[in-house]
């Protein structure tokens, strides 16, 4: 796989990347693909927002809750099935191309934006 072109650095400052704690995660059977509806708390200034995941192989949703993990705040609320999501939780495939949660290696406080 190939990189990607070429961005300015102000092309990446426009997306907006923060860290918030998963509060809730349960199964989503309406999703076309396995997922699970996802609360994801931002803390104060962004507050708690919704996502959907496709993250179902190597999480269960009893093991979500508390995980601190990195999402796009700044993109559109998207409608996914039955679902208005708010942010892009984000990921990296593994070997088999299923979704691994990007977080930090430490405990943050909530809201840090990446950079």
């Given at each position: 796989m190939s990189a990607a072109p070429q961005i300015?650095?102000?092309d990446f400052a426009r997306v907006d990347i923060r860290v918030g704690r998963?509060?809730?995660?349960?199964?989503?059977?309406?999703?076309?693909?396995?997922?699970?509806r996802l609360?994801?708390?931002?803390?104060?200034g962004i507050g708690e927002k919704r996502s959907a995941a496709q993250?179902?192989?190597?999480?269960?949703?009893?093991?979500?809750?508390?995980?601190?993990?990195?999402?796009?705040?700044?993109?559109?609320?998207?409608?996914?099935g039955k679902v208005m999501s708010e942010v892009l939780v984000l990921g990296v495939?593994?070997?088999?191309?299923?979704?691994?949660?990007?977080?930090?290696?430490?405990?943050?406080p909530l809201g840090g934006r990446m950079f």
């Open positions: 300015a650095y102000d998963i509060t809730r995660a349960e199964p989503f059977p309406e999703a076309r693909n396995p997922s699970y609360w994801v708390d931002f803390g104060d993250i179902t192989v190597h999480y269960r949703p009893e093991d979500l809750v508390g995980r601190q993990v990195l999402a796009v705040v700044n993109f559109p609320p998207r409608q996914i495939p593994d070997a088999d191309g299923a979704v691994v949660l990007l977080r930090p290696d430490a405990e943050v």
